[in-house]
């Protein structure tokens, strides 16, 4: 099956994958630009080819509806309430002490319209976990997936948001006037 995939994703849709996928035993994945709804399928099928498989993901806990919620939790969704009285860092948080092996995948920019401020929170849920980011940039100009190395956050969130946000520099998304 593993076989198939490849064939599919590197021959038929002419992606390629850069950098390592052995990714540590928790961290947390950002993915960007996110600019339209393939992203998604992109990124979730360039998993499957990945060394450590079982990276997780948020979404609006409106998705998790019948029946799309039992495909989104077995492709391993996880619902959150983005309305501001909810903790979700404390409840993903929470998850990553729970496990002892747990990575999360999400989007910095929290929506596929182009945006100038990142959401901070994959960033809280990496500081309170002590977990390193790792930055996956979908260019989909070269029809690539660029993995950085791992970054651990330092005590200035100005620098590190800053120093993440400059590996996606020149990356374009399917939409690029939204990159």
């Given at each position: 099956?593993?076989?198939?995939?490849?064939?599919?994703?590197?021959?038929?849709?002419?992606?390629?994958?850069?950098?390592?996928?052995?990714?540590?035993?928790?961290?947390?994945?950002?993915a960007a630009p996110?600019?339209?709804?393939?992203?998604?399928?992109?990124?979730?099928?360039?998993?499957?080819?990945?060394?450590?498989?079982?990276?997780?993901?948020?979404?609006?806990?409106?998705?998790?509806?019948?029946?799309?919620?039992?495909?989104?939790k077995w492709l391993?969704?996880?619902?959150?309430?983005?309305?501001?009285?909810?903790?979700?860092?404390?409840?993903?948080?929470?998850?990553?002490?729970?496990?002892?092996?747990?990575?999360?995948?999400?989007?910095?920019?929290?929506?596929?319209?182009?945006?100038?401020?990142?959401?901070?929170?994959?960033?809280?849920?990496?500081?309170?976990?002590?977990?390193?980011?790792?930055?996956?940039?979908?260019?989909?100009?070269?029809?690539?997936?660029?993995?950085s190395k791992p970054?651990?956050?330092?005590?200035?969130?100005?620098?590190?948001?800053?120093?993440?946000?400059?590996?996606?520099?020149?990356?374009?998304?399917?939409?690029?006037?939204?990159?």
């Amino acid at each position: 099956m593993i076989k198939i995939r490849r064939f599919i994703f590197y021959k038929i849709l002419n992606w390629k994958i850069i950098g390592d996928t052995n990714f540590p035993k928790k961290c947390v994945i950002i993915a960007a630009p996110h600019t339209h709804w393939i992203d998604f399928f992109i990124a979730i099928f360039a998993r499957s080819l990945f060394k450590k498989k079982n990276v997780s993901f948020i979404g609006k806990k409106e998705l998790f509806k019948f029946p799309l919620k039992y495909f989104l939790k077995w492709l391993g969704g996880i619902p959150v309430d983005r309305g501001s009285y909810s903790n979700t860092v404390d409840s993903i948080a929470q998850i990553f002490n729970q496990k002892d092996t747990f990575i999360l995948g999400i989007s910095p920019e929290g929506t596929r319209k182009k945006v100038d401020k990142w959401k901070t929170g994959f960033y809280y849920i990496a500081k309170k976990t002590k977990v390193p980011v790792i930055c996956a940039a979908l260019d989909f100009e070269n029809k690539k997936i660029i993995i950085s190395k791992p970054y651990q956050l330092t005590e200035d969130i100005d620098k590190d948001i800053h120093e993440l946000r400059s590996f996606f520099n020149g990356i374009k998304g399917k939409i690029p006037e939204y990159s």
